[in-house]
Structure formats: C-alpha cells, structure tokens
Nanobody
Framework: QLQASGGGLVQAGGSLKLSCAASGSIRSISSMGWYRQAPGKERQLVAL???????RYADSVKGRFTISRDNAKTTVYLQMYSLKPEDTAVYLC????????????WGQGTQVTVSS
C-alpha cells in the first residue's frame, strides 16, 4: 500500500531523492515520512510531514534533507543532499491515519548506500 522508490548507490557528498506513493486504499492520511534502519541498529526517524505541512527531522539530517508532500497528500518525497556514509541504511516509508484509533502503514523499504 506504500510504494517506495529512488534509493541507490551514491558517493559521499552526493544527493538522492526518495519517493513514496500511497495506494488509493489508504484514505485520509495524516502524517507521512521516512524512517531508516542500518544493519545492527535500531530503526530511527528521519523525517515526517503532517497533513498541515508541519515537518520534523532527525538532528542528524537537519539542513541536508528536505521532506515534502504532493497536493493530494498521497505521495511523500525525501530530497537528500550532502550524503554521508553514515546515512547508509534501508529507508522505510511510513504513513498513518486516524480511524477508530491510529493505523500505521509501512512500505517495503529502499536501500541507500553512500560510499566514502
């Protein structure tokens, strides 16, 4: 229901743009964003954007990554600049919505590898 794309291999200092599209079966999405998980490490928040456009970033990516969302609010983008080897991870797309309670969705992940 969340389809991510845009990962790949890039040299340190380079840039990549990730995209994640929600299928039509997910309605009234509240927040969308990205988490990442490197081998042997816990999953961590990268960036989130809510349905009003408010954003939140991990301290480690502030000033280098920009999250945005399309007008239909069903696709989220993560523009990554000045990539570092420590940004290497599987990036997981995330979305949530309020139903009876909160409902959470995860995409399949896209690999980002930054070489030094």
């Amino acid at each position: 229901q969340l389809q991510a794309s845009g990962g790949g291999l890039v040299q340190a200092g380079g840039s990549l743009k990730l995209s994640c599209a929600a299928s039509g079966s997910i309605r009234s999405i509240s927040s969308m964003g990205w988490y990442r998980q490197a081998p042997g490490k816990e999953r961590q928040l990268v960036a989130l954007i809510d349905d009003r456009g408010a954003t939140r970033y991990a301290d480690s990516v502030k000033g280098r990554f920009t999250i945005s969302r399309d007008n239909a609010k069903t696709t989220v983008y993560l523009q990554m600049y000045s990539l570092k080897p420590e940004d290497t991870a599987v990036y997981l797309c995330y979305a949530d919505r309020m139903a009876v309670g909160w409902v959470y969705y995860w995409g399949q992940g896209t690999q980002v590898t930054v070489s030094s």
